[in-house]
Each structure stands twice: as structure tokens, then as C-alpha cells.
């Protein structure tokens, strides 16, 4: 029988405090791994400070898809004594641990202590000297993570990269010398030509590819890095990227430039998109394009500002005063964060409205292999209108069927171009007249059936009539699935619904799903079930089973089955 996910897949986890290069070592033994032809999958958690405290960074590796995090641990690597107290009760019964110098670390589970020290004489490569360890006992060839350390050091830094490259075959070294019984990784018999991307990265290029040119953003975690990967590229490809002041600022940039005609993206979090909140319902009036990447990470106030959750569903939903149609797409892999990224971009330029798109730090900045993405499924941007039929009688805000009104520039053509905040006529100008105004609220509104026709099927995987039913949205998407697959490889009857638009939904792609499955499970990261009750709301159908998270940890197939199993739900 072949065997499932879990058996096949390794969890390495790196522990230390912050500022001993925790993070660095993990994403080039990621990249490394990948560039070996192995699939990855990262996660990491760490404490809301520069340095000290208690950080990991973690690793789920091995041939064949990885949909999520692990929990038992296959190598630990120990920095300090408090990652060996804190992981010790994860460590499988075949693991072990690797530990820097002088820490106890006596127990039932190997342990080989890494005489730093020796290996790398300047502290600040210590890090590097244990990534050569732990690659040469996974089995990568050092060549493959040298690569990986020259091109992250960079050319410039010839003394620095020379330092890292003698650290690392100290490592490799010294681990050769060393006979633990610790099995290496299956050598891999394709895969090779992958790209390690996090969800943030491939935002960036989504949107990228879908002709974004400016981005406004105040720093906020986990959405920051979407920002900053766009301004890598902004020499290269053209884009505009400005720090704003505050988080009002931003969105407000955004909308101005929209109004232009620019392409714009504004990344923040759930405190930054709460202050926002002004700016999107501007955008619904003055039915200007507007797209914001929500990161989402714990509440309310500052709350674990390093950590993950799924809480701002309905802060995405209702936020903006009055009414006006949104599109709210949440993507569940780093490929459907290209994809969607693209997509939120196309629908908020055709239909002249805010469009968000919903990650979390878990999504934003874990590591994966994915394949290199097609730019034959993304839409050629979309642009405003050159030329109407009657220039002479232009009007902005003109009635139509579909509500999507011409959309001249200002300064483009010879046609007075006029945007209101306040309720105007169809040509711009403000009004008090009762009678437009219900014209006018009718035509914005009719954009949501546009979007309607539209909207993206949550995929379904399981049989047809299963016993058990588990639907997530979102960043839950792959813990559930491996979560089905193993209850599957046990001979169970489960299927998975995974949505990744949440917002308009169309009832008739899932709601005969909802009444075939003997019992239905909503997984997601909140403490109120809040997609659950958008889904009774939408279509009457009560889940009253919920697996919810809300720790601050990433859902994870373990933590699911655990609940499952014992009806805590």
C-alpha cells in the first residue's frame, strides 16, 4: 500500500533567539532543499522583538506534494536551552537533535552537540557553520547550498561570502566525521526547476504581471513584504512605491493615483486596513479601482503582530460605510496568491471598485516549491476608456445595465472628466435629489452581479456523497486536505470544500455539496467561526461543527484531527 503524506515528509526545526541568523539559516537550507528537486514547505514563529526571546523556524520536506505544516519533529536544531524545553514533547522517538555548545540536552533522543566554536572562529557565521551540519546529514550535495549562500550574501561581499563558504564546509565536514543514526532524504528523481516563493513574494509578481505601477503602503506585519518586493523591482519594471506617512495617507495615494490611471496596490494589516476604512468607501463612491492586500495576523489592537490568524473576515466584509459592491479573493497557496493577486487587480479596473485580497502571516511568509507560473492565465490589463461615443455629453458616472460606467482620464482627452465623494448626477456633480440617489445606489450595486458571474467555485476533492464534509477558506486550504487524506488513507469517506473567493458567493456552486455529506466541519483560524456564519447567512445552511484556531499558530492537519477525533469543536 503506498504510504500517505506523513510518512513520507521530514520536520526540521530551527530554535534560537532573535538575532542569531535563526531565519536566514532556514530560508537558504529552503531554498537549497528546493534547488535539490525536493518539495518544502516553511513556517516560522517569532517574538515581537529585534532581539532575544524564543524564535523557530521550520521546515516540512520530502518528495511528493507538502500541504502543510508538521508537528512531529524529525531533527531539531537547538541554539539555546529553551528551544530543547519548549519542542521536546514534539521530537519524534527516531529524531535528533542538534544543539550548539555546552547545553544539556540528555534524554531518550540522539543528540550531537556542534562544536561551533571550532568550525566558524567569528560568531556571526555560527549560523552558516550548523547549516553545513544539518545539509550534510539531510543529504544535499554542499555545492546546491553553497549556491544557495553566495547568491544570498551576494557579489559584492567577497570577504563576507568567503567567511560563509569556509563556515560551511567546516559543517560539512565535521558532520561527515559523525555517524548518528539519522537517516538522509530520498534522492529525488525529478523536480528540479522549481521556484521557493513565499505568499508575499508572489503577490508582488501577480500583480506585477497584471500591470500594477504604484504602491502606497505604511509598514505594517505580515504585509510589508509585499511592498518591498514590488520595490525591488520598481527600477525594472516601471512601478511607483511610496511610504506613506500613515495607513489613511496610503489608501488615499492609492485612489489618487488610480483616478489618474495607475494600477494601484496598497498592503497592510488589520489595524492598518481598520484606519483605511474612509478611504475603500471613497473608492466605492467615486467607483475608482482599488486594491489592498490584507495580511491578516491577531487581534484586536496590536495583538500578536508576529503571529497568525484568520480574524479580519468580516472586517474585510462590512468595512466602509454605506453600501457599494467589493470582491474579496483569499488565496491558499503561494500559487493562487500570483493567480488572485492578478485577478483582484483585473476586477477592481472593470468594474470601478475596491477588490481585496486576504493572506495571513502564515500564508504571507511560508516558503514553498511551486512550479513557475503561467502568465497565459493572467488577463492583459485592463484601461480606461479612450474615447466615448458622445464626447460632448460625457458623463463619469453615466447609467448602464451593468453599472460600469465610461471612465475617461483627466488631461487624456478634451473631456471634462468630474469625481464627486459626495452623491452627484451621472455627470459628476454633487446632489441632494432623492430620486438620483436611488439611481445612483442601484447603479453601483448592479456591479455586484458582474462580479457574480464571475466568481471562482471553491474546489472540491473527496468522493461525491462523503461522510464527512470540511470546508476552509483560505490559507486553511492545505491543512485540511492532508487532514482528509490521511482520514481517506484510513479507510474513512471525506471530502474537502476550500474556498478561495469568500466574497460575492454563489450558492449554487456549493449548497447541494453542503446537503450530501453526512456531516459538514467548518476549519478556520478564528475564535467565532466567522465563514461559517457567512455561509448560514448566504444560504440558511447551519455548520454547527467548527474546527477553529485562534493560538496564534498556523491550522495544521495534526491539530485538526486532534479536535476531530475527540469532538471539540
Known amino acids: 500500500m503506498e ?21 536566514s539559516l532556514g530560508q537558504i537550507l529552503a531554498k537549497a532543499l528546493v534547488r535539490a528537486g525536493y518539495e518544502v514547505l516553511t513556517s516560522q514563529s517569532a517574538m515581537s522583538r529585534i532581539r ?24 531539531l536544531v537547538a541554539f539555546t536551552e529553551e528551544t530543547l524545553s519548549v519542542h521536546a514533547d514534539y521530537l519524534a522517538s527516531y529524531g535528533l537533535i542538534l ?8 534524554g531518550s533522543v540522539e543528540t550531537l552537540s556542534i562544536p561551533l566554536s571550532d568550525l566558524a572562529k567569528e560568531k556571526i557565521v555560527h549560523n552558516v557553520a550548523a547549516l553545513g551540519v544539518v545539509s550534510a546529514l539531510m543529504g544535499i550535495e554542499q555545492e546546491v547550498v553553497s549556491r544557495v549562500v553566495e547568491e544570498t550574501v551576494g557579489e559584492k561581499h567577497g570577504e563576507l561570502t568567503d567567511k560563509n563558504l569556509q563556515a560551511l564546509q567546516s559543517g560539512y565536514k565535521w558532520a561527515a566525521e ?20 513565499n505568499g508575499n513574494q508572489a503577490i508582488a509578481l501577480g500583480a506585477m504581471a497584471a500591470g500594477v505601477n504604484f504602491c502606497s503602503f505604511y509598514p505594517m506585519t505580515p504585509a510589508t513584504g509585499v511592498a518591498l518586493n514590488l520595490i525591488s523591482y520598481s527600477d525594472q519594471m516601471g512601478i511607483v512605491c511610496e511610504q506613506a506617512e500613515d495607513e489613511i495617507a496610503a489608501v488615499n495615494m492609492a485612489i489618487g493615483s488610480s483616478f489618474c490611471g495607475g494600477k494601484s496596490l496598497v498592503p497592510t494589516s488589520g489595524g492598518g486596513f481598520a484606519l483605511m476604512s474612509e478611504g475603500i468607501s471613497l473608492a466605492g463612491m467615486t467607483e475608482t479601482p482599488l486594491v489592498l492586500v490584507l495580511g491578516q495576523r491577531p487581534g484586536p489592537a496590536t495583538g500578536l503582530p508576529t503571529r497568525t490568524e484568520q480574524g479580519d473576515l468580516e472586517l474585510a466584509l462590512y468595512s466602509g460605510h454605506g453600501e457599494f459592491p467589493r470582491a474579496i479573493l483569499a488565496p491558499g497557496t503561494v500559487e493562487e496568491c500570483f493567480y488572485l493577486a492578478s485577478r483582484a487587480l483585473d476586477l477592481a479596473e472593470r468594474y470601478q471598485t475596491p477588490a481585496i485580497v486576504m493572506t495571513d502571516q502564515y500564508l504571507a511568509d511560508s516558503v514553498r516549491s ?13 484601461k480606461p476608456w479612450e474615447q466615448v461615443e458622445q464626447p460632448q455629453g460625457y458623463q463619469r458616472y453615466a447609467w448602464s445595465e451593468s453599472g460600469v460606467s465610461p471612465r475617461l482620464l483627466p488631461g487624456k482627452t478634451r473631456n471634462l ?34 462580479i ?46 476550500a474556498f478561495s473567493q469568500v466574497w460575492p458567493l454563489e450558492p449554487e456552486h456549493f449548497q447541494a455539496r453542503l446537503q450530501q455529506a453526512v456531516s459538514v466541519v467548518c476549519v478556520e483560524g478564528n475564535a467565532t467561526g466567522q465563514f461559517a456564519n457567512l455561509l448560514k447567512r448566504e444560504t440558511g445552511f447551519e455548520i454547527g461543527r467548527r474546527v477553529l484556531r485562534y493560538d496564534g499558530l498556523p491550522l495544521t492537519p495534526d491539530f485538526i484531527l486532534q479536535k476531530l477525533e475527540h469532538g471539540k469543536f
Open 3 to 23: 504510504k500517505s503524506n506523513r510518512e513520507t515528509k521530514r520536520l526540521i526545526r530551527i530554535g534560537g533567539e532573535a538575532g542569531q541568523g535563526i531565519e
Open 452 to 497: 457574480k458571474q464571475e466568481v471562482i467555485p471553491p474546489s472540491y476533492q473527496g468522493p461525491e456523497d462523503p461522510d464527512l464534509l470540511l470546508i476552509t477558506w483560505g490559507s486553511g486550504k492545505g491543512a485540511v486536505q492532508e487532514a482528509a487524506e490521511r482520514l481517506n488513507f484510513q479507510g474513512e469517506s471525506v471530502a474537502i470544500l
Open 417 to 450: 472628466v468630474v469625481a464627486d465623494s459626495d452623491e452627484h448626477t451621472p455627470d459628476g456633480h454633487i446632489t441632494e435629489d432623492h430620486q438620483v440617489r436611488v439611481q445612483m445606489v442601484n447603479k453601483r450595486l448592479q456591479k455586484l452581479q458582474g
Open 370 to 382: 511551486v512550479e513557475r507560473f503561467d502568465p497565459g492565465y493572467v488577463s492583459a490589463p485592463v
Open 52 to 75: 532575544g526571546g524564543h524564535n523557530y523556524f521550520s521546515i516540512r520536506t520530502g518528495l511528493g506534494p507538502v500541504y502543510a505544516p508538521g508537528e512531529e519533529i524529525d531533527l
Open 178 to 197: 559523525q555517524s548518528p543514526e539519522f537517516d538522509p532524504l530520498s534522492k529525488p528523481d525529478s523536480g528540479k526547476g522549481k521556484l521557493a516563493l
Open 99 to 106: 544543539t550548539g555548545e555546552n547545553m544539556d540536552a540528555s
